[in-house]
């Protein structure tokens, strides 16, 4: 469970991020990089929208299999291909639409890269989380 997320003063606030999260619990739960594929690997969607959906609904799939919540969520990294502001927007509007107000405001990386595993992927996603 997340104790309480830092944004001290004399760092820049990170827009819907956390600089410092402070977590206690029992167990470590860390899913691996959820991508926008569906239950049989094929990859949904060929937008940054439409995978970002489909990534952030398989972490949420894949954090409630541990027993874990998006509340839970102490660390995420975000790897972008073809980085930029407008896969930037899809992303935060996909989150909004897939975690409503229970969307991770935590720490975060966001790392723009040149390709992912698969060719046609767009996002991967990684999450630590804390029960």
Excluded at 56 to 68: E, I, Q
Excluded at 71 to 79: E, M, R, S, T
Aim: proline share 4%; glycine share 8%.
């Amino acid at each position: 469970m997340l104790i309480d997320r830092l944004d001290p003063p004399d760092l820049a606030p990170i827009a819907g991020a956390a600089n410092v999260v402070v977590a206690s619990g029992n167990r470590l739960v860390f899913v691996s990089g959820q991508t926008g594929v569906d239950t049989n690997g094929k990859v949904v969607g060929t937008t940054h929208l439409d995978q970002s959906r489909r990534a952030l609904t398989n972490l949420r799939t894949a954090l409630r299999s541990a027993g874990a919540t998006e509340a839970d969520v102490a660390k995420l990294a975000i790897y972008v291909v073809d980085y930029g502001d407008a896969a930037l927007e899809a992303l935060m509007s996909a989150a909004i639409e897939v975690f409503g107000d229970d969307f991770p405001i935590t720490a975060s990386t966001l790392v723009g890269v040149a390709t992912l595993w698969q060719p046609d992927l767009l996002i991967e996603i990684d999450a630590i989380a804390v029960v």
